[in-house]
């Protein structure tokens, strides 16, 4: 697992975060960071990221992993497996049946600690058009031809399954009922039990995500020595830092 400054450091802890049942948000898209069980839960939740690397169950280079680190890794054989959330390391061998089908193999996050079925955490990818652009009718033309269901059939399918459609209908095409794929068919398992990213219900938590709080403290306790304790209170800082700086008044 990654344990540098990587957006994957980000992605792979916000899994973690949910696996140890750190809700760092309420429903309303309030901050619950000042709740004594939530720190204890985020302490929980990098004491064990931080363990793989204390414990050398990771190469001593995953701190200065970019977001292909982990995928080069395994892929020359120097690890035996990696957090691959949108299925890139498979989607790099399709073309190659014996490796993508014998020799690689997709599973899904364990259970809980308590458990508990995982939740996987999901985003969905939405577009935004300024008011200003001066482009907006090109835009909107694009728009309209990539949601047309062949089209968006054809960019997920072409992304080797990375990325999934939004329309339930597409689900039915083979790419994704291909029972003998060990890959998508597991990827597909795991829609079952999901939940939003956070953005969803604060986009402040967007910044989070942006200045990569979680990939710099986790860095820190494995390269600096960082305590625990001190992580933490160093990522409830910032992250308060940021929120406070989202809503302050222009």
């Known amino acids: 697992m990654p344990m540098s400054l990587s957006l994957d450091t980000y992605n792979n802890f916000e899994q973690f975060l949910e696996a140890y049942n750190v809700k760092l948000i309420d429903k309303n898209g309030k901050l619950r960071l000042d709740d004594s069980q939530v720190k204890q839960a985020i302490e929980a939740a990098l004491r064990k990221y931080t363990s793989f690397y204390v414990n050398k169950n990771v190469p001593p280079d995953a701190v200065d992993w970019d977001n292909t680190g982990n995928n080069v890794t395994l892929l020359s054989r120097t690890s035996l497996m990696t957090v691959n959330h949108t299925l890139s390391v498979p989607g790099s061998q399709r073309q190659d049946p014996e490796i993508y089908t014998k020799q690689l193999s997709t599973v899904k996050w364990p259970n809980k600690p308590s458990g508990e079925l995982m939740r996987f955490i999901i985003e969905i990818k939405q577009v935004i058009l300024f008011k200003a652009s001066t482009k907006q009718e090109y835009a ?13 059939q054809a960019y997920t399918e072409g992304s080797q399954g990375r990325y999934l459609p939004v329309m339930p209908k597409l689900f039915e095409k083979p790419f994704w009922k291909n029972p003998s794929d060990p890959h998508i068919s597991v990827a597909l398992q795991q829609l079952q039990n999901t939940r939003p990213a956070y953005q969803v219900l604060n986009p402040a938590y967007s910044e989070v995500a942006a200045q990569n709080v979680w990939g710099e403290v986790i860095r820190k306790i494995v390269v600096d020595n960082l305590s625990i304790k001190q992580a933490t209170n160093r990522a409830i800082d910032k992250i308060n830092k940021i929120f406070s700086n989202w809503y302050k008044p222009s």
Do not use: E, V
């Not at 909107?140 to 968006?152: E, I, M, V």
């Open 140 to 152: 909107k033309n694009f728009l309209s031809y990539l949601a047309q269901p062949q089209n968006l």
